[in-house]
């Protein structure tokens, strides 16, 4: 089956700087990555996916390259604010899979210092 | 609160009682799940609905009984728990089956004692 590795699992940055949370997958049959976010006592909430037909995708201040070749995703988010601050998760779905397919990594602590 | 709500948020429970965990989804979605979240794990998928069916179950004990009533709506009925079984139990729905664009519950916070 799938297996996803994320790094680092904690990362503070400061303000205004940029952060970069890296995923590595197994199965070179994945081809589609969300990202989620998950604040303090919240849920988590999708902030943006990728299918493996794009190398890379951004929205706003928050961007993430793909490498299938070295099976390996990154969110990268510029300009951070302290509402940055929370729990990141990736997560990587085998290509036909359903729900189960789907797996996800750790989770990244993301800390914004003022 | 609107896109899917959980109820109850925290639940306490004996190792010997019986509860329900309730979920419901305001999204129009066809697809619901069940997830547990553990500290310091990844996610971990325990069922999924689709149009009121099941069709995953990843091998969770049968100590945990889902029950989908429509497509609204999703419990996890739990009875004779471990401790082991303490975590948030989160709620999600998307449009459909695959695992894509999951809407989360705020979860509920279950600690078995």
């Known amino acids: 089956g799938e297996n996803v590795e994320q790094h680092p699992s904690t990362l503070s940055v400061q303000e205004g700087d940029s952060a970069v949370i890296k995923c590595t997958y197994s199965d070179s049959a994945s081809n589609y990555f969300p990202w989620y976010k998950q604040e303090l006592g919240k849920r988590p909430q999708l902030i943006i996916d990728i299918r493996s037909n794009v190398g890379e995708k951004k929205d706003q201040r928050i961007a993430v390259t793909l490498n299938k070749t070295a099976k390996h995703f990154s969110l990268h988010i510029t300009e951070t604010q302290p509402e940055d601050s929370a729990v990141y998760f990736c997560?990587?779905?085998?290509?036909?899979?359903?729900?189960?397919?789907?797996?996800f990594g750790k989770g990244t602590h993301l800390i914004i210092q003022p | 609160e609107t896109g899917v709500t959980q109820t109850p948020r925290h639940l306490v429970m004996g190792m010997t009682n019986k509860k329900s965990l309730k979920c419901e989804q305001h999204?129009?979605?066809?697809?619901m799940y069940w997830y547990k979240q553990s500290a310091k794990k990844p996610l971990e998928l325990m069922f999924v609905?689709?149009?009121?069916?099941?069709?995953e179950n990843n091998s969770v004990p049968s100590r945990f009984s889902p029950e989908c009533p429509n497509s609204s709506h999703l419990f996890l009925h739990l009875h004779t728990l471990q401790p082991e079984d303490s975590a948030l139990y989160l709620c999600?729905?998307?449009?459909?089956?695959?695992?894509?664009?999951?809407?989360f519950g705020s979860g509920t916070q279950l600690s078995v004692l």
């Open positions: 999204l129009g979605h066809n697809a």
């Open positions: 997560a990587a779905r085998i290509s036909g899979g359903g729900a189960d397919g789907l797996t």
């Open positions: 999600a729905s998307s449009r459909g089956q695959g695992g894509e664009k999951l809407f």
């Open positions: 609905y689709s149009l009121e069916e099941r069709v």
